[in-house]
């Protein structure tokens, strides 16, 4: 198994932020799955592409990142069955999907990360999500040395969660990922910024469309270091909003299937007043407040400490504690925003 001692990952997150693994190791075979035993027994965190994790401090755990590459396609008379190996990079799938006719994913493009991290928080963007085209995720159990085929109802999707963030969490890792597309697709529009496009729209015109305007509007972490939205939207009872919405006549909302109503973290951190907020070298950026940048080489505590700060102003102003989408990694392994030394 490929593998390097006192590996510096600065390169490997989306804050580029600096920390340094005492063992960086990447399977790529079964064989190299069933050495990780030995490996385990220490704190470790399974990275993909490091654009939703933030290290925390200047040593990081143990890291395991999946190498399983590759991408088999089969059809049948009404869909499309793509198997894609964890370690595939999630934006070039969406392209190559499109490319090969095989259409569902354009809502999709421009998320940063990869394939083996999507169903893990459930991607999501522009009303579409992972789970509406996952049939079974490809998991392999550090107990058990085995491969399980996980359907999409035992992967628990939900906003922003999965099974693998609750009962399965740290106990495997995501090898590969099964999806299936219908071949009657419809172009999903009814999301604000693509119900400007014509109802005959194509998936490249939907991709391009969302790319666009995914490009306007959040930070290209390449030039900005950033991890996409900090926090989670919050959803709150229909009776918190209502006693809100007397103050807030503008707040924006969103009715769930429930009854209860997701509200914008966004808006709420931009009326708390810290848009453009800047503090050690770190930003609530000045154009979308659900993101933090690393303007000037910042650690990770240093961004954190920022987190702390804005999730404490719109508790105060709003009475919601925003929960992090972020994760948390330091020496020890995953940590809570609340768990650390700021
Ligand atoms: C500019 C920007 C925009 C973004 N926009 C969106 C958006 O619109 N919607 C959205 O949902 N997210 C968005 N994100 C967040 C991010 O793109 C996703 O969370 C993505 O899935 C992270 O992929 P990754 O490989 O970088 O994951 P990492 O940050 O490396 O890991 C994320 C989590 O997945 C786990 N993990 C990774 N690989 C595996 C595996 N093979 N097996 C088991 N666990 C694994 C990790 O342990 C960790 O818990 C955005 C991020 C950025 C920087």
Same mark, same amino acid.
């Given at each position: 198994m490929k593998s390097a001692s006192q590996f510096q990952l600065k390169q490997s997150n989306s804050f580029n932020v600096a920390s340094i693994t005492p063992c960086f190791y990447q399977p790529a075979s079964y064989s190299d799955l069933r050495d990780l035993s030995s490996v385990i027994d220490r704190p470790f965190y399974i990275l993909g592409e490091g654009s939703n994790t933030l290290f925390v401090e200047s040593e990081a755990p143990v890291i395991i990142r999946p190498g399983f590459k590759g991408i088999t396609i089969k059809e049948t008379n009404d869909s499309y069955h793509v198997r894609v190996g964890a370690a595939e990079n999630w934006h070039q799938l969406v392209i190559y999907c499109i490319e090969q006719g095989i259409y569902g994913l354009e809502n999709l493009a421009l998320i940063p990360g990869s394939v083996g991290a999507a169903p893990v928080q459930n991607i999501g963007a522009y009303g579409v999500e992972f789970a509406d085209y996952c049939r079974e995720v490809e998991w392999f159990e550090f107990s058990s040395q085995s491969v399980k085929k996980l359907s999409r109802e035992e992967c628990q999707f939900g906003y922003r969660d999965s099974v693998f963030k609750g009962a399965l969490y740290n106990r495997g890792l995501i090898i590969s990922v099964s999806l299936v597309f219908p071949k009657n697709w419809r172009a999903k529009l009814s999301y604000h910024g693509l119900d400007s496009l014509p109802a005959g729209a194509s998936a490249v015109d939907v991709m391009k469309q969302v790319i666009a305007i995914r490009a306007s509007k959040l930070p290209d972490p390449q030039v900005l270091p950033n991890a996409g939205s900090f926090f989670k939207n919050p959803i709150v009872s229909a009776e918190q909003y209502l006693s809100l919405k007397q103050d807030y006549q503008d707040m924006p909302f969103y009715p769930q299937a429930d009854n209860s109503i997701k509200l914008a973290a966004g808006w709420l951190i931009e009326r708390a007043g810290l848009k453009g907020f800047c503090q050690n070298g770190v930003e609530v950026h000045h154009r979308q407040a659900l993101v933090l940048v690393n303007? $000037?080489? $910042?650690?990770g505590k240093d961004i954190s400490v920022l987190a702390k700060h804005v999730q404490t102003c719109v508790l105060e102003k709003f009475g919601i504690k925003l929960q992090p989408e972020v994760r948390f990694i330091a020496a020890r392994g995953e940590v809570e925003l609340d768990e650390f030394e700021q």
């Open positions: 303007k $000037a080489c $910042a650690s």
